[in-house]
């Protein structure tokens, strides 16, 4: 029996019968409403579910491109620090490099559906290019509507979509298979693996490639973590000492600056965590004395949070950390955490507080969660920034104020290019950079 949630076998009866239905259910994306979406008929269950999601996250289907959701700079800042970049080699044996002469392209996208990688073969990357599937574009389905990438992601497994089952009409000439891709510790997704091109890239064979490579990509990134906690434990465990930067080693910690997705580290074991499950332990760590479900839900939704909602976030986030270790798993009534968890952002203040400003920058990565909007946050994220902007103005080297002005939050930063001036000797060849930087600013703010 035909799986329901895969399309029949390119080139069959049944798939051309597939095209014709799904380009006739174009012509009713008008009825794409709660009470009328079922009247859409011979489409595929999942398709047409996902179709009706599409059209209330307002994706339009006549719009041929997807959106760019980050420029180069950013896009190769984000990869560096993704958890997926450390597998990525498994990736090109197993899909990219077979796939340079085959009519097929590889993605490899976020957990919010943001193509991080895009390879295979050139010809049909040029092609690719006129509907934005590229790296650093937003392929979610609030974007682009139904997709495999995107709709892999809305439904949490594996997907193919064959030419006209997409939403958007610039993507009929394409069919792609992706497949979700998730930590091996805590089950939480971490991005997705698509390929994409032509009939044959919703082949049965496809599919079981694309799981195949998925699987062997997550028990490499077990492997390796498994590998770095040995590493860890024969090291002696002790609270004061440092590493090479100046950052301090502490057995349980929260790595949250200058990432959308915290590492939380417990009694040596590391995991990448969702981006709301980040954003509850950065609150939770700065109350170390808890807050109330209805506390929390104001520090963590920024409109009227639901409490239902919390509750199955903390649901989830308790099974993550109890795979770490059940004694850090967090408390209710308050929420509350039981062990000491040392985030990042709290030894840039520890610092700062000492007078160590060179030491506090050189922990500080960037921005706390820097995409995340939760409100208590959107509240620290401002005052370790704060904090840290103003006693290096007050009290910092020239070399620390240089150090500084290269963070993406001082690219505009007209008084910390001015201190620098004040700093420098007049004949330092340096002032040149920070005069052409200024009118830099100046010109990019005027235009």
Same mark, same amino acid.
Request: hydrophobic letters at 40%; glycine letters at 6%.
């Given at each position: 029996?035909?799986?329901?949630?895969?399309?029949?076998?390119?080139? #069959?009866?049944?798939?051309?019968?597939?095209?014709?239905?799904?380009?006739?259910?174009?012509?009713?994306?008008?009825?794409?409403?709660?009470?009328?979406?079922?009247?859409? $008929?011979?489409?595929?269950?999942?398709?047409?579910?996902?179709?009706?999601? =599409?059209?209330? *996250?307002?994706?339009?289907?006549?719009?041929?491109? +997807?959106?760019?959701? %980050?420029?180069?700079?950013?896009?190769?800042?984000?990869?560096?620090?993704?958890?997926?970049?450390?597998? %990525?080699?498994? /990736?090109?044996?197993?899909?990219?490099?077979?796939?340079?002469?085959?009519?097929?392209? !590889?993605?490899?996208?976020?957990?919010?559906?943001?193509?991080?990688?895009?390879?295979?073969?050139?010809? %049909?990357?040029?092609?690719?290019?006129? %509907?934005?599937?590229?790296?650093?574009?937003?392929?979610?389905?609030?974007? !682009?509507?139904? #997709?495999?990438?995107?709709?892999?992601?809305?439904?949490?497994?594996?997907?193919?979509?064959?030419?006209?089952?997409?939403?958007?009409?610039?993507?009929?000439?394409?069919?792609?298979? +992706?497949?979700?891709?998730?930590?091996?510790?805590?089950?939480?997704?971490?991005?997705?693996?698509? /390929?994409?091109?032509?009939?044959?890239?919703?082949?049965?064979?496809?599919?079981?490639?694309?799981?195949?490579?998925?699987?062997?990509?997550?028990?490499?990134?077990?492997?390796?973590?498994?590998?770095?906690?040995?590493?860890?434990?024969?090291?002696?465990?002790?609270?004061?000492? +440092?590493?090479?930067?100046?950052?301090?080693?502490?057995?349980?910690?929260?790595?949250?600056?200058?990432?959308?997705?915290?590492?939380?580290?417990?009694?040596?074991?590391?995991?990448?965590? #969702?981006?709301?499950?980040?954003?509850?332990?950065? /609150?939770?760590?700065?109350?170390?004395?808890? *807050? =109330?479900?209805?506390?929390?839900?104001?520090?963590?939704?920024?409109?009227?949070?639901? =409490?239902?909602?919390?509750?199955?976030?903390?649901?989830?986030?308790?099974?993550?950390?109890?795979?770490?270790?059940?004694?850090?798993?967090?408390?209710?009534?308050?929420?509350?955490?039981?062990?000491?968890?040392?985030?990042? $952002?709290?030894?840039?203040?520890?610092?700062?507080?000492?007078?160590?400003?060179?030491?506090?920058?050189?922990?500080?990565?960037?921005?706390?969660?820097?995409?995340?909007?939760?409100?208590?946050?959107?509240?620290?994220?401002?005052?370790?920034?704060?904090?840290?902007?103003?006693?290096?103005?007050?009290?910092? #080297? !020239?070399?620390?104020?240089?150090?500084?002005?290269?963070?993406?939050?001082?690219?505009?930063? !007209?008084?910390?290019?001015?201190?620098?001036?004040?700093? *420098?000797?007049?004949? =330092?060849?340096?002032?040149?950079?920070?005069?052409?930087?200024?009118?830099?600013?100046?010109?990019?703010?005027?235009?």
């Amino acid at each position: 029996m035909r799986n329901p949630n895969h399309p029949p076998v390119a080139g #069959s009866d049944a798939a051309k019968l597939l095209q014709k239905r799904a380009l006739a259910g174009h012509e009713h994306l008008d009825l794409l409403r709660a009470d009328t979406a079922k009247d859409i $008929s011979g489409l595929r269950r999942l398709v047409r579910e996902s179709w009706q999601r =599409s059209a209330s *996250l307002q994706a339009n289907p006549d719009v041929a491109e +997807a959106p760019l959701a %980050m420029e180069q700079d950013e896009l190769e800042e984000y990869r560096r620090q993704h958890p997926l970049a450390t597998i %990525m080699p498994v /990736i090109k044996k197993l899909l990219v490099q077979p796939s340079h002469d085959s009519g097929l392209l !590889v993605a490899v996208g976020d957990d919010v559906g943001r193509l991080l990688w895009v390879d295979g073969d050139p010809v %049909m990357q040029r092609r690719a290019e006129g %509907m934005m599937f590229v790296a650093g574009a937003d392929w979610s389905e609030a974007s !682009v509507g139904t #997709s495999a990438p995107g709709t892999a992601l809305a439904l949490d497994r594996s997907i193919q979509i064959s030419g006209a089952e997409h939403f958007k009409r610039s993507v009929h000439p394409w069919s792609c298979t +992706a497949v979700p891709f998730h930590d091996p510790d805590s089950g939480a997704v971490l991005g997705v693996v698509d /390929i994409t091109g032509t009939e044959t890239a919703v082949a049965a064979h496809t599919l079981s490639l694309v799981e195949a490579t998925v699987a062997a990509a997550q028990a490499q990134l077990r492997i390796e973590r498994l590998t770095l906690a040995a590493a860890v434990r024969e090291k002696p465990r002790r609270r004061s000492a +440092a590493t090479t930067s100046g950052q301090a080693l502490y057995r349980n910690s929260l790595q949250l600056l200058g990432r959308d997705q915290a590492l939380l580290s417990i009694d040596g074991r590391t995991v990448a965590l #969702s981006a709301r499950h980040s954003e509850i332990l950065a /609150i939770l760590g700065n109350h170390p004395d808890g *807050l =109330s479900a209805e506390d929390l839900c104001t520090q963590l939704y920024p409109g009227d949070g639901s =409490s239902v909602t919390l509750r199955a976030e903390m649901v989830r986030l308790r099974k993550v950390i109890q795979e770490l270790s059940p004694d850090a798993v967090p408390h209710s009534r308050p929420y509350r955490l039981p062990v000491e968890l040392i985030p990042d $952002s709290g030894q840039v203040l520890s610092c700062l507080q000492r007078g160590a400003h060179r030491i506090a920058l050189e922990i500080y990565k960037g921005a706390v969660l820097p995409r995340s909007e939760a409100p208590g946050v959107v509240q620290l994220r401002e005052r370790v920034s704060h904090l840290l902007r103003e006693a290096l103005l007050s009290d910092g #080297s !020239v070399d620390s104020l240089l150090e500084y002005a290269e963070l993406p939050e001082a690219k505009y930063d !007209v008084d910390l290019r001015l201190a620098v001036l004040k700093l *420098l000797p007049p004949r =330092s060849p340096k002032r040149a950079a920070m005069v052409a930087d200024l009118e830099r600013i100046e010109t990019e703010m005027t235009a």
